[in-house]
């Protein structure tokens, strides 16, 4: 019936119209579909050689193509992933990708497929079959040798001799700058050479200076007087001794006047009218606004630099006892200058100091710094040049900070039965509370060494020298070479070299032996030394023995 329906619904179509439908939709369809194919540029390989790998997608240009990411390659690995190339034609689009993939074993692997999503839907790749094959070594041309032994080289010291030329040079340079800016005689401006100059040389010399302003031009009559009445009061001022800048102009007539009076100042009274009437005169143009006529300023000039003259020539000779004063003070003054400088120079200094310090101690450590710059015995021995030597015998090889010293050990009358010899080492630094000792001992007898014996005698030896509270923990022990031994460790309370005193140590025992002969490495150190403890890692880490007489 719904056949019928549909039938009936396109008999009003003519034939033509359904034909060109039907040819659009066959169309449409084949443009709907769209291709992924794969395919690989060798099938073989050597060990770490690449594939080259190729995607192709062709589909609608409106379509949404998500190629595979990450290690979907496995088990082989995608060294890269290389960007995506786009034809378009028309409405259809081929999209190519290439990976560069690679194995680093030998065998027979399986590339699996690769999931391509457009949009959303799945398609998948074709599986390959890879083989990776070992690269060939010819034995037979290619010599081998052994391995070639240890060569003892000399101490580098390209290190510190850098950081020692890296200070001095930094010290070199703070001190040319303190020099520079501080120690060194800089020339004088032209302000301060005028400055040094005695006051009647300055005073004539601005004066001078006022002949060339261009105040009267501009008609700056209140600069031109204030300047020219500063030059004189300060001349009096130095000169004279008397308050002349922050006197009014009555005032210092008065002052004059008394020193003429009382013989100081030999000045005659026309002298000192003119020289009240000049500064009248200032006066007006400085507070009633006053315009003198040009040639009235200029005459003015001329007259105060007749009153300095003139003053000069009143004043007394200066006796020998004022000239020392007056060289003393220079004197004083330049040890004052001296002074200044060699203040700034150590307050900068200083600075450097501690602002060097502060960084120092922010990127070592206070503690680092501080045994650095006071010293510490356990660090001396620690960065210093260590001795690789072999004591006793059997020997025992070490490497130590210091050279063991030999000790004469005696022989208790009850045991020279059992021992034959016995060869003792020690090196001891009791300002670090710290002790290295190697000793070897042979027996009469080849029997095995007991041990645990020894041990009870040396911590019995520790309590006969004031041990307190050893705590006692054993584990295996090898070599650099293999050879097997026991050592024993702990801590305890041990008592201070020359002294009462209990610190808070850790000892380290370290026995070997065999058939007739019986080895031991004994260590002693403070606790909570962290150089004593690289210093113990470094010498166990280099302790080896003979295995047999």
């Not at 019936?1 to 066959?26: A, D, H, N, Q």
Request: glycine share 4%; hydrophobic share 40%; net charge negative.
């Amino acid at each position: 019936m719904k056949v019928e329906t549909r039938i009936k619904k396109y008999e009003g179509v003519p034939k033509t119209m359904l034909v060109l439908f039907l040819i659009c939709c066959s169309v449409q369809l084949v443009r709907a579909q769209s291709k992924v194919s794969a395919e690989i540029d060798t099938a073989s390989i050597k060990i770490g050689e690449q594939i080259r790998y190729k995607i192709t997608v062709e589909t609608d240009t409106t379509d949404m193509v998500f190629f595979p990411e990450d290690q979907t390659f496995s088990p082989l690995e995608m060294v890269e992933a290389l960007g995506i190339d786009t034809v378009k034609s028309e409405d259809r689009m081929v999209l190519q990708r290439l990976y560069a993939l690679t194995q680093f074993d030998s065998g027979t692997y399986t590339i699996p497929p690769q999931r391509i999503a457009i949009n959303e839907k799945p398609f998948f790749t074709d599986s390959f079959r890879i083989a990776v094959a070992t690269v060939p070594v010819d034995t037979l041309k290619q010599k081998m040798y052994d391995i070639k032994p240890l060569i003892e080289v000399e101490k580098n010291n390209a290190k510190t001799i850098a950081i020692i030329v890296g200070i001095l040079l930094a010290l070199l340079l703070i001190g040319g700058l303190v020099y520079w800016f501080f120690l060194r005689k800089k020339p004088l401006t032209e302000e301060e050479k005028e400055a040094l100059l005695p006051p009647y040389d300055r005073a004539l010399l601005e004066l001078k200076k006022l002949d060339n302003s261009r105040y009267l031009i501009q008609d700056e009559y209140k600069k031109y007087y204030s300047e020219l009445t500063n030059i004189v009061r300060s001349y009096l001022e130095e000169e004279v001794h008397v308050s002349a800048l922050e006197s009014t102009t009555n005032q210092l007539i008065e002052r004059l006047e008394m020193l003429k009076d009382a013989g100081e100042l030999k000045l005659d009274e026309t002298t000192i009218q003119q020289f009240k009437k000049v500064l009248e005169t200032a006066d007006l143009v400085k507070f009633a606004k006053s315009r003198p006529e040009t040639k009235a300023a200029e005459e003015d000039r001329k007259l105060v630099e007749q009153i300095v003259v003139k003053t000069k020539e009143a004043l007394p000779e200066p006796t020998e006892e004022e000239l020392l004063q007056d060289e003393e003070y220079l004197q004083e003054l330049a040890r004052q200058k001296r002074r200044k400088k060699i203040y700034w120079a150590a307050a900068i200094m200083a600075g450097i100091l501690f602002f060097g310090s502060a960084a120092s101690i922010a990127y070592f450590g206070f503690k680092e710094v501080k045994d650095t710059v006071l010293g510490h015995p356990s660090k001396e021995l620690l960065e210093g040049e260590w001795i690789s030597s072999s004591y006793g015998f059997p020997p025992i090889e070490l490497e130590t900070p210091e050279v063991l010293v030999r000790q004469e050990v005696a022989i208790p009358p009850e045991a020279k039965a059992k021992i034959d010899d016995t060869q003792t080492f020690v090196y001891n630094n009791p300002k670090g509370v710290f002790t290295i000792a190697a000793s070897s001992t042979t027996f009469t007898e080849p029997k095995e060494p007991d041990f645990e014996k020894t041990l009870e005698q040396i911590l019995k030896s520790y309590e006969e020298k004031g041990a307190r509270n050893i705590i006692t923990k054993q584990e295996e022990f090898v070599t650099k070479s293999g050879v097997q031994g026991l050592k024993v460790y702990g801590s305890g309370q041990f008592k201070v070299p020359d002294s009462d005193n209990l610190v808070r140590g850790k000892y380290a025992i370290i026995s070997f032996g065999g058939k007739g002969f019986q080895q031991q490495i004994l260590l002693n150190w403070l606790d909570g030394d962290e150089y004593a403890e690289k210093i113990v890692e470094r010498i166990l880490a280099s302790v080896d023995v003979k295995a047999q007489v």
